[in-house]
């Protein structure tokens, strides 16, 4: 098989893995002529597919060959798919071709697993491995690590990459046996405490060394390029959201407990996306795109807002996000007891509750408040959305109408807003299964 026809099948194999965004890495680069590539300002960029996904990244598979059988992914041992698989030097080759001709500005590799866990890994550690040392490559490397192969082996992994990523899959363990029976959720979480561990220890090396006086000699050879000691860009992981029936509530909760336990960088959130000969345990549709929208938009309130899992979704709310509404302004209209808010009194966290108010206008508001009183033409130079958040705050000159949607009770406000009152989204996931 030539090479453009293992590129077709290896590429169109990886789009599944949504976990490829690279924020968070050490600056390097290959100005004054050392190395090639570079992995900041004008390295990295993203750029995203109709459906979403980032494809700034070379972002293949070594082999869709996988010993596995995990009924939700077209590369599972018992799909019918055509395989192929590159050999180490191919994709090296490849990522430097593509670099080279700027059409990307990294490599993301992930793998099916072949013989044995530790075999695939090695495999994908001497991709890197090779990129680093033997090419000098600054660009942005993420590779997917694999639970089950060797600590010895994640350790080398994140010598060389900026970023790992070990997949959490499906939301609950159950789900997990259910349809993914050789993956191991205990190994899944043993390894990525073990990043972290490696994470914090190289953190830990970095903070002692940068303390250290710093001596330039004149005339100095400049040293070669230093990978980044420990995955800079730290770790990530990804659950397929509607594979299986889990509600909202338990993928944010399960998100939660990822973020506290491991503090990865971010958890990616995948639509289901229905694949060929799939088993009769899947349902035949995606769901909605808009889910795994909100779904995202609530895992920024969790990480920057201060929103706890449960207030953003519940068994008591029916466990599912609603689709018409952000989660944000579902929130508000939940909580009309928490409105109108005094933006010249209210403290910090509940001002990051107002629907409509951003981390950064939050920050700019409280400066702006230390000078004089806020009014509503403030706001306005504030670049605050004024139609999203006067209904729900009190100002000098403004007060929200005695029908404004936070002035109201929820079922008055969400009438008022001109949405039902039910969460249709909860009879929409319910349909298919
Ligand atoms: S181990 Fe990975 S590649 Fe193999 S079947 Fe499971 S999800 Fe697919």
């Not at 070379?58 to 698989?85: E, G, H, M, Q």
Request: overall charge positive.
């Amino acid at each position: 098989m030539d090479l453009q026809a293992k590129l077709a099948i290896l590429a169109d194999a990886a789009k599944y893995d949504a976990s490829c965004a690279s924020s968070g890495g050490v600056r390097r680069d290959s100005t004054q002529g050392r190395g090639v590539g570079s992995n900041e300002g004008m390295g990295i960029c993203h750029s995203y597919a109709p459906d979403g996904r980032c494809i700034s990244l070379l972002k293949i598979l070594l082999t869709n060959f996988c010993l596995y059988d995990c009924l939700y992914c077209v590369n599972r041992v018992s799909s019918n798919v055509p395989r192929a698989r590159f050999a180490v030097d191919e994709v090296v080759q490849l990522t430097l071709d593509f670099y080279r001709r700027n059409c990307v500005e990294g490599l993301f590799l992930s793998s099916g697993i072949i013989r044995s866990p530790d075999y695939t890994m090695e495999q994908v550690v001497e991709v890197a491995r090779r990129l680093r040392e033997e090419h000098d490559f600054r660009g942005y490397i993420h590779l997917k690590t694999i639970p089950d192969a060797a600590p010895e082996l994640l350790q080398r992994a994140g010598r060389y990459a900026d970023r790992l990523s070990i997949n959490i899959e499906l939301p609950t363990e159950h789900s997990l046996t259910r349809l993914a029976p050789e993956k191991d959720v205990a190994a899944i979480r043993r390894s990525m405490a073990r990043l972290r561990v490696h994470i914090d220890d190289a953190k830990a090396q970095v903070r002692e060394a940068t303390a250290a006086p710093v001596v330039s000699l004149p005339r100095a050879k400049p040293a070669r390029a230093q990978p980044a000691a420990f995955a800079a860009a730290g770790q990530s992981t990804q659950m397929i959201v509607g594979a299986d029936a889990t509600d909202d509530a338990t993928i944010l909760s399960t998100s939660a407990q990822l973020y506290g336990a491991y503090r990865l960088k971010r958890v990616y959130y995948s639509a289901f996306s229905p694949i060929p000969d799939a088993s009769s345990s899947l349902p035949l549709a995606a769901p909605p795109l808009v889910r795994e929208h909100r779904l995202y938009q609530a895992d920024w309130l969790m990480r920057f807002y201060g929103f706890a899992a449960d207030e953003i979704a519940s068994a008591r709310t029916g466990g599912m996000l609603r689709l018409e509404v952000d989660p944000k302004l579902a929130w508000a209209l939940a909580h009309p007891e928490r409105f109108p808010v005094d933006l010249n009194r209210a403290p910090r966290e509940l001002l990051l509750r107002v629907p409509g108010l951003g981390v950064k206008a939050v920050d700019r508001l409280l400066l702006a408040r230390r000078v004089r009183r806020v009014r509503s033409d403030d706001l306005q130079r504030l670049h605050v959305p004024l139609r999203k958040v006067l209904p729900f705050v009190v100002l000098p000159d403004h007060r929200p109408a005695a029908d404004a949607p936070g002035a109201l009770g929820f079922a008055d406000g969400n009438r008022r807003l001109g949405f039902a009152n039910a969460n249709p989204s909860i009879a929409q996931q319910a349909s298919l299964f």
